[in-house]
């Protein structure tokens, strides 16, 4: 879903980050009704959206460790632009 996090979350002397591709974004009315679906199933945590469910299942496949290294080193390239 489209929101306004990025510009929000934006330090001063940064510059601006991508908000990502065109397809990860879910529209709203798909996240309320997964939303409600994951009440209604008693699920804890709903992530809707076939292309966030791939990155967050490939997310947690990758130890804690080596995803902040990957962090860091992320964080350091932004830094360098």
Do not use: C, D, W
């Amino acid at each position: 879903m489209h929101t306004e996090f990025n510009e929000v979350a934006q330090r001063s002397g940064e510059p601006p980050q991508a908000s990502g591709p065109e397809f990860i974004y879910v529209s709203p009315s798909e996240v309320a009704a997964a939303g409600l679906r994951g009440i209604e199933e008693g699920k804890p945590v709903v992530i809707p959206g076939t292309a966030m469910k791939i990155g967050m299942f490939i997310t947690r496949l990758v130890p804690t460790p080596l995803h902040r290294l990957l962090s860091r080193i992320a964080a350091r390239k932004r830094n360098r632009l």
